[in-house]
């Protein structure tokens, strides 16, 4: 039939191609960050992230370092970040302690205790926003060791 001639084959692939380029943007998101700074951000930041989004950066620095994570901006969904959200854990996602979790309103600063710092950005099935950018830098660990042993040397020298 007039169906399967080559220009009717190439007019349905043309289409389905057509349908899924558009349907759907492409992005990828998380990550491990090792630098010793750097920014992070939700897809297609500064326009609306993507439903259904989930990502995970884990940002680890050099071992005597912390990690300090200072967010510029963050707009999403509202209320008690239920439906999108950003959360902030002391360390690797599933075994460490979390420091926050936000999704609007203000721009908090959170610091590491260690040299890993974990970031996990997710959004629900429906509603977007702007998201959110966040920029982290290191610093080097300041402990009670070196404390002690500045206070040693301020002592004996
Ligand atoms: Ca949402």
Partial sequence: SHLCTPNAILKVHTYLFLLVFFSAEDYSCGGLLSSSSGTLQSPFYPRNYPNNADCVWEIQVESNFRVTL????????????????????????????????????????????????????????????????????????????????????????
């Fill in 70 to 157: 200072t967010f510029t901006d963050i707009q999403m969904e509202g209320g008690r970040c239920l439906s999108d959200y950003v959360e902030i854990y002391d360390g690797p996602l599933h075994s460490s302690p979390l420091l926050g979790k936000i999704c609007s309103g203000y721009y908090p600063t959170y610091t590491s205790s260690s040299n890993l710092l974990s970031v996990r950005f997710h959004s629900n099935s429906r509603y977007t926003y702007r998201g959110f950018q966040a920029n982290y830098y290191s610093t080097l660990a300041d402990d009670s060791t070196s404390k002690f042993y500045k206070q040693a040397l301020l002592i004996y020298t």
